[in-house]
């Protein structure tokens, strides 16, 4: 089993839908990430918690510890957020980050 | 953004060849980093630095080697590639500690045909 899970795999929505994105890690953390890779392949940090929430224009992330579990909000989606959108974990177990495998999202006009 | 810069960006090679791929940063960053990203799969670490002539293993590094002879290159090598080695590699650099905030080059796909 991975150590952490995104879900769902891929989504689909209408543009000015609200979005979330989750994320289920089992290992004990220092921080969450949340990434984002446009089809072009370039990986770029969205956001790095580890309590509570964090709000960037349109994307919110928050994070549960006691869950361990964490939700990217995207509300009035547009086309242009149609990208792989990534959770990956600073783990204490190893000192090292882990990645999910990413959900494809894609914004329909 | 961060300047890393990876090379080549594509490349396709034969089973048996040797390959490198170099990663390049401006950044004066101390910990560097190789990923591959495969369908269905997260990104796996290769091999990581954390400083010059200092390298550990990741948990996918067979079959791989790497080094760093300067703060701001790090190369990747296949001694021999295989078709399992078909991959997107991704070099990634972090100041702080490994479990920072990790800034991404923009990928090189490799073909191993």
């Known amino acids: 089993k991975n150590e952490v899970e995104q879900s769902p795999q891929n989504l689909t929505a209408q543009e000015g839908e609200f979005i979330t994105i989750n994320c289920s890690y089992s290992?004990?953390?220092?921080?969450l990430h949340w990434l984002q890779q446009h089809p072009g392949g370039g990986i770029v940090s969205l956001f790095m918690?580890?309590?509570g929430k964090k709000k960037h224009g349109r994307l919110i992330a928050t994070i549960n510890i006691q869950e361990k579990h964490s939700s990217l909000h995207i509300t009035a989606s547009h086309p242009r957020d149609s990208a792989v959108y990534i959770c990956a974990v600073s783990s204490l177990n190893n000192n090292d980050m882990r990645f999910g495998a990413g959900t494809r999202l894609t914004v329909k006009p | 953004d961060a300047g890393i810069t990876q090379s080549p960006r594509h490349k396709v090679t034969e089973t048996g060849t040797p390959v490198t791929l170099r990663c390049h940063q401006t950044e004066n960053h101390r910990y560097m980093y190789w990923y591959r990203q495969d369908p269905g799969h997260g990104l796996r670490l290769i091999h990581y630095?954390?400083?010059?002539?200092?390298?550990d293993k990741g948990e996918v590094s067979d079959g791989y080697s790497v080094s760093r002879s300067k703060t701001e290159d790090f190369l990747l090598t296949l001694e021999s590639a295989t078709s399992s080695q078909t991959s997107v590699y991704f070099c990634?650099?972090?100041?702080?500690?490994?479990?920072?905030?990790?800034?991404f080059g923009p990928g090189t796909r490799l073909t191993v045909t």
């Open positions: 290992v004990g953390i220092s921080a």
């Open positions: 630095s954390y400083g010059v002539k200092d390298t």
């Open positions: 918690l580890s309590s």
């Open positions: 990634a650099i972090s100041g702080t500690s490994r479990t920072y905030e990790q800034y």
